[in-house]
């Protein structure tokens, strides 16, 4: 049996408009997967759709900062794809805001998209008839909640708890069925990853040369993705695994 032929099975993805989320909606679709795409922005949306193999596909424009909502929602799109395999929260907010400037309205907004989604989104999944068997949830942290980069003291905040709730979900879910993995990302051409308009070329460059590997593309974070959601993994839960072209190391 081939552990990547994800025919059969289903996924919803956050994000899915652009970037890694787009990537992952991608992929999934090559390897004969139904994906359930989830973003604010419809016509973008419709974008990923259109670059998709197969059918069957569907898009549903949501902001995930309406967080009370999430579960229902969740749980009416189960009932239009049926039971759903995995679940991939990719939507996030990055925006510099170094000390001097912070502003708590930024803050609350940061950390309601970033972290109080992924756990409504996570509530939303668990429930008994939303959820296949052997299920995964897989959530994007980022190699800034592990160390220290200046200006984004909100964002790393919320990679950092995004951890957290990953490694605690793990725990809580198991008896679910439902694994638990995040994948802490370091910078890629790819969707939050070009919007540096903050940078210099020069810093820019810096920036690279603490890459080993280079700055990565966004297929080599979903390729990442696929392994978590796929049973390869099975005998893995409540673990970050980093995709970071070595940053994390240097």
């Not at 359930?36 to 069957?56: H, N, P, Q, S, V």
């Not at 930024?106 to 429930?127: P, S």
Request: aromatic share 4%; glycine share 10%; net charge neutral.
């Amino acid at each position: 049996m081939n552990p990547l032929d994800f025919s059969g099975n289903t996924f919803l993805v956050t994000g899915a408009s652009s970037g890694i989320g787009r990537e992952a909606c991608l992929y999934l679709a090559r390897l004969g997967a139904r994906v359930g795409l989830i973003a604010r922005d419809k016509r973008r949306l419709d974008e990923t759709l259109a670059g998709m193999e197969g059918d069957g596909h569907l898009t549903y424009s949501m902001d995930l900062a309406m967080v009370g909502d999430i579960p229902e929602r969740i749980r009416k799109i189960a009932a239009d794809l049926g039971p759903i395999s995995g679940l991939v929260h990719c939507a996030a907010l990055n925006d510099a805001q170094p000390l001097r400037s912070w502003k708590p309205e930024l803050h609350e907004k940061l950390m309601q998209i970033n972290v109080t989604a992924a756990l409504a989104l996570a509530k939303g999944f668990r429930h008994s008839k939303v959820r296949a068997p052997n299920a995964s949830i897989v959530l994007m942290s980022s190699v800034s909640g592990i160390i220290g980069t200046p200006s984004i003291v909100d964002y790393s905040a919320s990679k950092g708890a995004i951890i957290g709730i990953t490694r605690t979900l793990a725990v809580e879910l198991a008896r679910d069925d439902i694994r638990v993995n995040a994948i802490a990302a370091g910078l890629v051409n790819s969707g939050m990853g070009t919007r540096m308009s903050h940078f210099t070329k020069e810093q820019l460059a810096e920036i690279e040369k603490a890459y080993p590997l280079g700055i990565g593309e966004g297929i080599d974070v979903a390729n990442s993705i696929i392994f978590l959601l796929s049973p390869m993994s099975r005998w893995i839960t409540g673990s970050v695994l980093m995709v970071d072209g070595g940053h994390s190391i240097c």
